[in-house]
């Protein structure tokens, strides 16, 4: 079968005319470039809290995210402030004691460590601090930390929780 002028004259036309494909790079690093600063930028805005596998804690609704303070992290087996060992929970539950005098060497020994801005009266009562107890803990327990912390000049207490997720509000709505 022989090929008619015009197929010839385009097999032609087309052997001219191959380019090679390009890819504009300049538009490409830009890309990428935003894409670094985005996840930057997000990944700097998440603070979370050290999640040991040793608690699990409770739900809740929360809203604001955790800022960055001393944590005393409480399971069924001891207490511990930013991963040291203060003492067990047989100890702490057996103590007659309001408060538990070890934690609040601990916490006095982190308040010193403190630069001297809380010369002032009034901010020295607004040192935070966060709890993360197991959500099996006894109440008997959790309120002789609370107490200690207090009592510590960590007055600015907060309870870290697990947020709730969409879902699971769907489901009790639903019940």
Request: charged content about 30%.
């Amino acid at each position: 079968m022989s090929e008619s002028r015009r197929t010839k004259r385009m097999i032609r036309h087309h052997k001219r005319e191959k380019t090679a494909a390009s890819l504009n790079m300049v538009s490409l690093m830009d890309i990428f470039t935003i894409l670094v600063f985005f996840l930057l930028v997000t990944s700097s805005e998440s603070e979370a809290l050290p999640t040991p596998k040793a608690i699990k804690l409770p739900e809740s609704t929360a809203e604001k995210m955790p800022k960055q303070t001393i944590v005393v992290m409480v399971n069924n087996k001891d207490i511990r402030v930013n991963g040291e060992l203060v003492m067990s929970v047989k100890q702490a539950l057996n103590n007659r004691s309001a408060t538990i005098r070890p934690l609040s060497a601990m916490l006095k020994k982190y308040k010193k460590r403190e630069p001297g801005k809380h010369k002032n009266t009034s901010k020295s009562k607004k040192r935070p601090v966060t709890i993360m107890g197991d959500k099996k803990i006894p109440y008997k327990l959790l309120k002789k930390i609370m107490l200690t912390c207090a009592q510590s000049d960590f007055n600015n207490i907060s309870l870290a929780v697990v947020k709730k997720s969409a879902t699971t509000d769907d489901k009790q709505g639903a019940k």
